[in-house]
């Protein structure tokens, strides 16, 4: 069976579940709107939409999701499986920043915009499930910026122009310093140069 794998690259592709988050929402809720760290974001004066928005957008992040192959670009990107055969993704009304173990992702995010944030968490997942060694590109930067600089490099190779464009755009007006910094590192050292360094494929 191993052999038979290989010759024909098989790879487990999961399903991906788009759902509502409904008992950890609640959590996620007064966490945003009552932690002092979070208040010169906004998010002591944000109002939660309702749930029936909330299951309208799912429902239109799950149209636009159905659209590509993600999943299966970015497991043929790196050569790499899931190794599962379906990957929960919760939305909840709001969240600071959105997780990948579990993936959870806000839900103000547009369709397109939920696309490129769900395949940013995808890669975090593959890469942790397949125990991919972490590579520091500069030895200057934290762990996070290092961590995205693989991201990006993935991202870059299986998104669309259009989405890409979305992927790396700020998304607040107090945007991460170490983002900011994997993205210039990603375009510095090429993605394709990336790839083969993380030695994945």
Known sequence: MDILKQIFKWRREPRII??????????????????????????????PPSIEDIKKRIDAYKKEWSKYDIVKDISNCLNLSFK?????????????????????????????????????????????????KKVTFDSNEPDTTNNHVRVFAVLKEVLSEELWSIAIKPKS??????????????EQIGSKNIIKKIGAN
Do not use: M
Request: contains cysteine; charged residues 25%.
């Open 84 to 132: 599962r055969d379906v990957i929960d993704v919760f939305v909840v009304s709001g969240i600071s920043r959105d997780s990948s173990h579990p993936i959870i992702i806000k839900s103000s995010h547009d369709p397109k915009a939920f696309v490129a944030a769900l395949a940013h968490e995808l890669v975090h997942v593959i890469l942790t499930t397949n125990k991919i």
């Open 18 to 47: 788009i759902q509502y988050g409904r008992l950890i929402d609640p959590v996620f809720t007064f966490y945003c709107q009552n932690n002092p760290d979070l208040k010169k974001f906004g998010w002591d004066k944000w109002t």
């Open 173 to 186: 007006k107090y945007p991460s310093r170490d983002y900011a910094r994997a993205l210039e590192l990603s």
